[in-house]
């Protein structure tokens, strides 16, 4: 339900009386700074990758760089040879080099020379055997992952080169079922009954992950890079192009860090970024233009999400760029083990296809805990609809989002956020009754061009200390 003008103001008002002790008592002596000193602990505890000054050139495994002979062999080699021998470079130098799925094994560093690309097969039976991996936050057996690794220690991708998944409306992408991405009628989809629709049944059901077998003929397009229970990884300075679905994912994984990557591509379901169920991931310049969220900060959906039972905490985003997308950061939609701990700073969003800076969204199906969302120096250029929206109701397909799992979203902070052109909302939330959204502080925050204020549902102890929208300094009293 929309409220509105007189129903928002009464609203703001009930807030302010409701907290009025506790908004004196903090509006004069808040104090954020204690967060960012934890942040800077995660940082440090974070412990980087080391690898062996030995080099492993796929060219001496087999690999010609003409774009078309499959190296998939090759790269197998020149890996485990690497691995055997304790680790250290597997070089991809300058050319085009046409592959399968790539493996990592433990400290194992795949490196691309800066004219190097690596051109990835878009025909499915190359992504055989079926791995353990996941699909919208449902664990599965499914199609490898285009670079994959399973239980590994010390690994990384690194280099100035191009990883191109060559995904198109001619092959993965179509599978979404959208007209735009060149889907027709009759033409297979993940949305059949038999394919997305019967994976979530059967995390519902509790069946083991071993007999949820899709790949051919189920329609489920597989992730880019994930690291599946993994510690101590590192992806830097690569581009990353054409994905057929999530990008770069982190699941079940600890000490990650994201830096220097530029990623374009804007398939359906083209998240940038997607740590899930993971600790201690550190994200740094890196630039995103994505047909996604540019990070989507995930926890796993309904039952297999409580299943598993991990959150995601220690998530930090520093010094990035953020450009087409339906979210700058977003925090869900997948998200029942619950997210703790978001930093944000220091990052520039800017684009009139970016829908939203920060984004949170969940619902009574997904329930889980999202708290302690902390953003700061966030310049924004434009954006469509809100400068903060918080959706306790996401829904994608008829009915996905009812359920007696209600969600909790507590503690955001924007603190120095700059907002030239803040689209519809400078706020956007919704809560319920029984688990309202609370504690959203904007601190020394400035949202021009912006249609409305705020719109509001069931929010509690919002407060603003030298903040001004359209020029109005927003006050603790502020009447709308």
């Not at 519902?204 to 990884?233: A, M």
């Not at 809560?431 to 021009?448: C, E, Q």
Request: charged share 20%.
């Amino acid at each position: 339900m929309k409220l509105n003008h007189s129903i928002v103001t009464l609203f703001t008002l009930t807030i302010i009386f409701s907290f009025s002790f506790l908004a004196k008592a903090q509006t004069t002596k808040t104090n954020t700074d204690k967060v960012w000193v934890q942040m800077n602990k995660v940082i440090a505890s974070i412990k980087p990758t080391q690898f062996k000054n030995k080099v492993y050139n796929i060219l001496d495994f087999g690999a010609k760089a003409d774009g078309t002979f499959n190296c998939t062999e090759a790269f197998k080699k020149a890996i485990v040879a690497c691995a055997k021998n304790g680790g250290g470079k597997v070089l991809v130098p300058n050319g085009k080099f046409f592959t399968g799925p790539i493996h990592l094994e433990s400290y194992v560093n795949l490196h691309l020379d800066d004219q190097a690309e690596i051109l990835f097969s878009t025909n499915t039976n190359d992504y055989y055997p079926l791995v353990h991996t996941s699909f919208e936050a449902t664990e599965l057996m499914n199609y490898s992952p285009l670079i994959y690794a399973y239980k590994k220690t010390n690994i990384a991708v690194t280099g100035k080169g191009t990883l191109n998944g060559q995904a198109s409306n001619d092959n993965w992408w179509s599978w979404c079922g959208k007209d735009e991405y060149g889907w027709k009628q009759g033409m297979p989809s993940q949305n059949d009954p038999l394919n997305r629709f019967r994976l979530v049944d059967m995390a519902e059901k509790n069946i083991p992950v071993k007999e949820r077998v899709f790949g051919n003929n189920g329609y489920l397009r597989p992730n880019f890079i994930q690291f599946f229970e993994c510690k101590n990884t590192l992806i830097q300075d690569v581009t990353i192009t054409n994905a057929p679905f999530w990008i770069i994912h982190p699941i079940k994984s600890t000490n990650v860090v994201v830096d220097g990557v530029t990623v374009r591509s804007h398939g359906p379901n083209n998240d940038g970024c997607d740590p899930e169920y993971s600790k201690n991931v550190w994200i740094k310049n890196c630039i995103f233009d994505t047909g996604d969220d540019c990070i989507a900060i995930k926890a796993g959906r309904d039952a297999d999400g409580r299943r598993v039972g991990i959150k995601s905490e220690n998530i930090i985003v520093q010094n990035c760029k953020m450009y087409d997308g339906h979210g700058g950061v977003t925090i869900g939609s997948e998200i029942s083990a619950g997210v703790s701990n978001v930093y944000v700073e220091n990052c520039l969003m800017d684009s009139p296809n970016l829908d939203r800076a920060i984004r949170i969204k969940t619902n009574a199906k997904r329930g889980g805990l999202i708290e302690n969302i902390h953003v700061r120096n966030l310049q924004v250029g434009q954006v469509k609809e809100a400068v903060l929206r918080v959706d306790m109701f996401y829904s994608v397909y008829k009915g996905d989002n009812e359920g007696p799992f209600i969600p909790r979203v507590e503690n955001i902070t924007l603190e120095n956020v700059q907002v030239k052109d803040g689209g519809k909302y400078g706020i956007l939330a919704k809560g319920y009754a029984t688990s309202p959204v609370k504690n959203i502080l904007f601190k020394n925050v400035t949202i021009d061009k912006v249609d409305k204020t705020f719109q509001l549902e069931h929010v509690e102890n919002l407060r603003f200390i030298d903040t001004k929208i359209n020029g109005e300094v927003i006050k603790e009293n502020h009447k709308q």
